[in-house]
């Protein structure tokens, strides 16, 4: 299924207007429920991909079963970029195009696993953590890069972690998810725990680096992307 969005009513259009909506959400970050269990329910991965020839974005969403990783359902949304390039500010690019993907959805999402941040963030108010405001959903943020911090040495073995900080404070956990490959970055979202966070990520990289929610959506949006090649402009 995909959608079609547009950019809401109101969008921050520039850098001041952006903080100040980070400003005003971040302390609606509900950080003290442990979230679902792992192998319970379904999970979701969000992704996006651009179009930078064409100021377009698709983003798509992926339900799958937690206990099996299998593919339960599937939605994009393509529409037009809605928030120049700013570090730290990229879910003011994405979100709209994300929400979109979600409200196609006929399942529940369960716990939504991005690709990115969430309080591993220079605000503490990443896209994982935007977007659970937004939705009132648990949310979590896996990134492939630490962004600006810091961490200590890991162990080689699978599920070995280090804490990711800023100064005094843990933002988030380097994961280590498969022997001796380069660790992941899992930071909270909203309405889950740091600790049950890295359970997820384990349990949804039986095979791979990146969890199976990221690598499935990634896959879709870039797909997704591909196919408006064939077709007119969205609003066309």
């Known amino acids: 299924m995909r959608t079609i969005t547009g950019i809401p009513e109101g969008w921050p259009t520039d850098e001041a207007g952006a903080r100040a909506v980070q400003d005003a959400l971040r302390d609606r970050v509900v950080r003290d429920e442990s979230g679902p269990a ?20 698709a983003a798509a969403a992926v339900v799958l079963d937690a206990a099996t990783l299998d593919v339960v359902e599937e939605a994009t949304a393509v529409g037009h970029v809605a928030f120049p390039y700013v570090p ?49 959903r648990a949310t979590m943020g896996v990134a492939k890069n630490p962004f600006a911090f810091t961490h200590g040495a890991l162990g080689r073995e699978r599920g070995s972690a280090a804490a990711l900080t800023d100064g005094p404070e843990e933002v988030g956990r380097a994961l280590r998810t498969r022997e001796g490959v380069k660790p992941v970055y899992v930071s909270v979202g909203h309405r889950v725990s740091l600790a049950n966070a890295c359970a997820h990520a384990l349990a949804l990289t039986p095979a791979y680096r990146l969890p199976e929610t990221t690598r499935r ?16 402009r969205p609003g066309n």
């Open 38 to 57: 792992p192998g319970a329910g379904t999970v979701t991965g969000i992704d996006v991909a651009y179009d930078d020839a064409r100021d377009l974005v």
């Open 88 to 136: 730290g500010l990229l879910a003011f690019r994405e979100i709209p195009a994300v929400l979109g993907a979600l409200e196609a959805l006929r399942t529940d999402p369960g716990l939504i696993v991005c690709d990115g941040y969430g309080l591993a963030h220079p605000r503490r108010f990443g896209l994982a953590s935007h977007l659970g405001v937004l939705t009132g």
């Open 217 to 232: 959506a990634d896959r879709l949006c870039r797909d997704a992307l591909l196919a408006l090649t064939c077709g007119p």
